[in-house]
């Protein structure tokens, strides 16, 4: 059963991120399964963290503009924080939300783009980010395996009502993950009866070599992307795509664009060719030709712009029957 971390303290801290820094769209990407992980309502953003044992809700605050932002991160904790924690904290949100990656380079490069000119000037100074941890991030790559979007969303809420954290902070209530450690205990047969198929073992034998590997997320940050890559590869069940979408997602690597999903293929095909199916061998070409080290961090800005469309209302219905919510 779920428990449940009421978190009372409250720390505040302003941080200045390098502009540009476009902070509803760094932070929240419309393109993700909705999840009970974060809330993201117009300039706030919340999530929970974990760094080992401490447990924290995070609420990030836009204060700035773009061309001067300024994020006020509100950290809410079961008690009183020391310098250290704090510091601890605070540099592993500035790490997943980037607040001092300097992309200038990008748009000074792009900005007359043919095919990419129109999105830069909609979300100028939007980033990558990464709200989970890596684990957590095995854990999504899991529940997305093999299905519709709607069966993703109904196997995590399952999961983390039984399994997960339930933290109530700032008047609201989010979840978090299990530990690998916690999650290797459970039978097989308890986690199918929550419907999740196949699944069940993965996310045992998943949790299993991350702890036999002893695979720590900072450690992984310092290598390069090959070394990161082969350690990546020796985690059960991950293979080349999950690999590459870690390299991405969790490490912030905007060269690489070597994979392109077959419901991803569709869409693409829509997006860069408006066309209904083009090879993806053809659109990873194309992607990396045109953008090159920033090839990722580009098509990013293309795909992100249709789903913040569909999130404001437009009834896009070629999407719709792609992504089956």
């Known amino acids: 059963m779920t428990k449940t971390i009421n978190l009372k303290y409250k720390t505040t801290t302003l941080i200045k991120p390098i502009p540009p820094y476009n902070f509803d769209p760094t932070v ?3 393109s993700h399964y909705p999840d009970p992980l974060k809330l993201y309502q117009p300039g706030k953003y919340w999530f929970v963290l974990r760094l080992g044992e401490m447990v924290c809700g995070i609420k990030l605050i836009n204060r700035g503009t773009t061309t001067r932002p300024r994020v006020q991160i509100v950290i809410f904790s079961a008690s009183k924080l020391s310098k250290g924690e704090l510091k601890e904290i605070v540099n592993e949100v500035k790490y997943r939300f980037e607040f001092q990656r300097d992309i200038s380079e990008f748009f000074q490069k792009f900005k007359n783009d043919k095919v990419l000119s129109a999105y830069l000037k909609r979300w100028d100074g939007m980033h990558g980010s990464c709200t989970q941890d890596l684990y957590g991030l095995l854990m999504i790559a899991i529940f997305l395996q093999n299905t519709v979007i709607k069966r993703s969303v109904q196997m995590t809420k399952a999961m983390l009502e039984k ?3 339930r933290v109530k902070f700032d008047n609201k209530v989010l979840y978090y993950f299990w530990t690998p450690k916690e999650i ?3 039978p097989e047969k308890e ?3 929550l419907k999740v198929g196949y699944r069940a073992k993965l996310f045992i034998k998943t949790s299993k070599t991350f702890i036999k590997e002893s695979i720590s997320e900072q450690e ?4 390069s992307v090959e070394e990161a890559k082969n350690k990546l ?3 059960y069940g991950v293979g080349p795509e999950t690999a590459r979408i870690l390299l991405v997602e969790a490490f912030h690597h905007y060269d690489i664009f070597e994979h392109v999903a077959s419901w991803q293929q569709k869409i693409y095909s829509r997006l860069l060719f408006n066309k209904k199916l083009v090879p993806t061998k053809k659109i ?7 953008w090159g080290k920033w090839a990722n961090l580009a098509a990013s800005y293309i795909w992100e712009d ?3 469309q569909r999130k404001q209302g437009k009834n896009i219905e070629w999407l719709e029957k792609e992504i089956r919510l």
Request: proline fraction near 3%; avoid cysteine.
């Open 28 to 30: 929240f990407k419309p």
């Open 184 to 186: 290797v205990n459970v």
């Open 191 to 193: 986690l199918k009866s």
């Open 233 to 235: 590869l020796k985690i």
């Open 284 to 290: 990873i070409k194309y992607v990396k030709k045109k």
């Open 306 to 308: 249709i789903f913040w």
């Open 220 to 223: 992984l940050r310092k290598m």
């Open 163 to 165: 399994y997960g954290i």
